[in-house]
Nanobody, 124 residues
Framework: QVQLVESGGGLVQAGGSLRLSCKDS????????MGWFRQAPGKDLEFVAA????????YYADSVKGRFAISKEIGQNLIYLQMNSLKPEDTAVYYC?????????????????WGQGTQVTLSS
């Protein structure tokens, strides 16, 4: 069983930074691939970033490349999303996701396990 718990969201000014965390609270280690998605009001769920279970391969959405960085604490089932140079369009609920064998790590339906989400709000 996987239990994902996100934290780190909040209200931040445009241009600022936030770091989101996601931990699998049910396991101490696993070989799950993990990712971040987000959903803005009135919009579909959108891929943000993902990495393979050892953290060797990383994927980013074009909209966040160069601004966001995903990383993993090896052996702790803990991943981060460092978000810099935040823009108003980054406002969304951010979700952590995990799966043992996603065929395409940028597609939400490939992930079996999801966290409850954490709100990120940008003020202009």
């Amino acid at each position: 069983q996987v239990q994902l718990v996100e934290s780190g969201g909040g209200l931040v000014q445009a241009g600022g930074s936030l770091r989101l965390s996601c931990k699998d609270s049910a396991r101490t280690d696993s070989n799950y691939h993990m990712g971040w998605f987000r959903q803005a009001p009135g919009k579909d769920l959108e891929f943000v970033a993902a990495l393979t279970w050892k953290g060797r391969t990383i994927y980013y959405a074009d909209s966040v490349k160069g601004r966001f960085a995903i990383s993993k604490e090896i052996g702790q089932n803990l991943i981060y999303l460092q978000m810099n140079s935040l823009k108003p369009e980054d406002t969304a609920v951010y979700y952590c996701a995990a799966d043992s064998q996603p065929t395409n790590m940028e597609i939400a339906s490939e992930y079996e396990y999801w966290g409850q989400g954490t709100q990120v709000t940008l003020s202009s």
